[in-house]
C-alpha cells in the first residue's frame, strides 16, 4: 500500500512568521501521529513557497500514492473555489497514477464552531 501524504494549503504572507505559523501547525498535525497520515506537509497559494505544484510534487516525490489536500482558509472564495482545484486539476492530469483528495476548505468543518467556542472560553478565564 502507497503512503497517503497531507498537504495543507494556506494562502500566504509577505510576513514571514505568519508563513512559519502555518509550517508549525503542520508539524503539530504531524506530531499528533494522524492515524493513515504518512506525511504532512504545506504549501502556499502565492507570495511564500513551496507553491501549490511545489507542494504537490513533494508529496509525489516523497513517495506519496494518495495525496490529501486541505485548504487553510476560512471561507469559500475565489482561491477555494478556483484556484486551489485548478492547481490539483493540473497536478491530476500530469500525476495520474497519484490519487487526489480535495477536502473542504477549514470554515466548512463542522467542529469548527467547538474549537472557536473552546479558544473564546479559554481566553476569558
Do not use: K, W
Not at 504545506?42 to 495525496?67: K, M, T
Amino acid at each position: 500500500m502507497s503512503a497517503t501524504h497531507l498537504l495543507i494549503i494556506a494562502h500566504g504572507s509577505r510576513r514571514a512568521a505568519s508563513n512559519d505559523e502555518v509550517r508549525r501547525l503542520a508539524e503539530r498535525v504531524s506530531a499528533q501521529r494522524p492515524p493513515g497520515i504518512a506525511h504532512v506537509e504545506v504549501a502556499f497559494l502565492e507570495l511564500a513557497e513551496p507553491d501549490i505544484p511545489a507542494g504537490l510534487a513533494r508529496c509525489a516525490e516523497g513517495g506519496a500514492g494518495e495525496i490529501v489536500v486541505f485548504p487553510y482558509f476560512l471561507a469559500a472564495g475565489t482561491h477555494v473555489v478556483g484556484d486551489i482545484p485548478e492547481a490539483v486539476d493540473a497536478f491530476r492530469a500530469a500525476h495520474p497514477h497519484v490519487r487526489v483528495r480535495l477536502t473542504p476548505h477549514l470554515g466548512a468543518s463542522e467542529t469548527l464552531p467547538r474549537a472557536i467556542l473552546d479558544v473564546a472560553l479559554a481566553a476569558s478565564g
